[in-house]
């Protein structure tokens, strides 16, 4: 017994359906069997393309743990130790000061 098709309704634009029409001419084969078959080739690809976003990011987080294990051994061992929420707050606060002095410097 043969694969359970759903049936789906879409709108194309005209040159898109006399494109298809051509090929399914030039083929001959239903317009359906060239829409699945289009369909199927661009969910392939966006698979690919998925996965190798995903590889791709993967790799930069082996890249980060190998820098962050080289630091850890320059050190001695000892882990980087940074308060993230200090630094931020110092980072803005020191924006604000140049900000303000700026803004005193043109009054």
């Known amino acids: 017994?043969?694969?359970?098709?759903?049936?789906?309704?879409?709108?194309?634009?005209?040159?898109?359906?006399?494109?298809?029409?051509?090929?399914?001419?030039?083929?001959?084969?239903?317009?359906?069997?060239?829409v699945r078959e289009m369909v199927q080739r661009q969910i392939e690809q966006r698979r690919e393309t998925a996965r190798a976003?995903?590889?791709?990011r993967l790799e930069a987080l082996q890249?980060?743990?190998?820098?962050?294990d080289e630091a850890v051994e320059r050190r001695g061992g000892r882990p980087v130790d940074l308060d993230v929420a200090a630094l931020?707050?110092?980072?803005?606060e020191e924006r604000d000061e140049r900000a303000l002095n700026a803004f005193d410097d043109r009054c």
């Open 63 to 68: 890249c980060i743990r190998r820098h962050r």
């Open 1 to 34: 017994m043969g694969k359970r098709m759903q049936r789906t309704q879409l709108l194309l634009e005209p040159e898109q359906h006399h494109a298809l029409v051509e090929i399914a001419r030039k083929e001959g084969r239903s317009i359906s069997d060239i």
């Open 53 to 56: 976003d995903l590889e791709r």
């Open 88 to 92: 931020i707050r110092q980072a803005r």
